[in-house]
Nanobody, 119 residues
Framework: QVQLVESGGGSVQAGGSLKLSCAAS????????MGWYRQAPGEEREFVSG????????RYTDSVKGRFTISQDITKKTMYLQMNSLKTEDTAVYYC????????????WGRGTQVTVSS
C-alpha cells in the first residue's frame, strides 16, 4: 500500500501562485509514476500533470503547460506542483495520485487539497 498526503492548497487571486506538496509513504518502491489530478465542482476529475519516478520525465495537460511545474524530491519522498499565473478556471480540489509499475491507471489517491482562485 501507498499513502499520499497533499498540502499547500489555499486561496489566491488570479495571477498568483501556489505550491502543492504530496508526501508519500509505504511501498514507494512499487511506484513508477506520480501525478496530480483536479476536480472542479460539477466536473469530472481530470489529469493535470505526471512525473516518472525513474527518469523524471514529465507530462502536462495543455491548459497548464507553461504555468505549472511538477517536480519530485526522492530523498524527501515528496512530489510538488508549482502553480503560477493561476486562473479562476484552475479552481478545484487537487489530488495527488500514484501508479504502480505495470499498472494502466493511477491506483493510489490522496484526500485532496482545495485551490481557489478568485478574480
Amino acid at each position: 500500500q501507498v499513502q499520499l498526503v497533499e498540502s499547500g492548497g489555499g486561496s489566491v487571486q488570479a495571477g498568483g501562485s501556489l505550491k502543492l506538496s504530496c508526501a508519500a509513504s509505504g511501498e514507494i518502491w512499487s511506484i513508477c509514476e506520480m501525478g496530480w489530478y483536479r476536480q472542479a465542482p460539477g466536473e469530472e476529475r481530470e489529469f493535470v500533470s505526471g512525473i516518472r519516478m525513474d527518469d523524471g520525465t514529465t507530462r502536462y495537460t495543455d491548459s497548464v503547460k507553461g504555468r505549472f511545474t511538477i517536480s519530485q524530491d526522492i530523498t524527501k519522498k515528496t512530489m510538488y506542483l508549482q502553480m503560477n499565473s493561476l486562473k479562476t478556471e484552475d479552481t478545484a480540489v487537487y489530488y495527488c495520485a500514484a501508479k504502480r509499475c505495470g499498472a494502466v491507471d493511477f491506483g493510489y489517491w490522496g484526500r485532496g487539497t482545495q485551490v481557489t482562485v478568485s478574480s
